[in-house]
């Protein structure tokens, strides 16, 4: 098995995490490897708030809801990020959408958390990629301006134990040759 093939098999959802910090070297591979992700027409549609300060990340955890399994992760991580997508550039050719589906930020934003959750792996660091929050208010905490949008929230450490697979399909549940 490849590297990154194991590197993808291995990555989990991580919310419950270990005292250990993440030094600032490992975040900036992370933040180095998300730099190199590609995006339409290289818009790098991406900014990304590293949220290291106790009172911001509980101030974020309000605004996601009880019964969400990464409400505790919010605080409990040494470090959160929050993925923004600048609204108007990704799809868009002389300020006119160009897709079908109109603005491909979200498309370019997933990239980037699959990107930051890979590189993470590859060093040991959990992530849980986060996006059933009150959006509007976490872009009020973190100051976002207008023209942006909050899309994910990923906490990030040491997990506390290996987490097991869930079930796949296999692959020739999902492939389709020349029609679906």
């Known amino acids: 098995m490849s590297d990154l093939l194991k590197i993808i098999k291995e990555r989990r959802s991580v919310r419950k995490y270990t005292d250990q910090e ?31 300060d106790a009172a911001i990340r509980k101030l974020l955890q309000e605004t996601i809801g009880p ?3 990464a409400t505790k992760a919010i605080v409990a991580a040494p470090v959160l990020l929050a993925l923004c997508g ?6 868009f050719y002389q300020d006119k959408v160009t897709t079908k589906f109109g603005d491909w930020f979200m498309y370019d934003l997933g990239i980037v958390n699959q990107t ?22 976490a872009a ?15 906490p990030m450490g040491y997990p506390q134990k290996t987490l097991s697979a869930t079930k796949r399909r296999e692959v020739n549940e999902f492939i389709h040759v020349d029609t679906f």
């Open 22 to 52: 993440i030094t600032e070297e490992s975040l900036n591979t992370i933040l180095e490897a998300a730099r190199w992700s590609p995006s339409w027409s290289n818009t790098q549609c991406w900014e990304v708030v590293v949220v290291k």
């Open 116 to 137: 930051l959750c890979l590189s993470a792996q590859t060093l040991g660091i959990g992530t849980v990629i986060v996006g059933l929050f009150d959006h509007n208010k």
């Open 140 to 154: 009020e905490i973190l100051k976002i301006p207008a023209g942006y949008e909050v899309v994910t929230l990923i």
């Open 86 to 91: 600048k609204l108007g550039t990704s799809g």
């Open 67 to 69: 019964k969400n399994p």
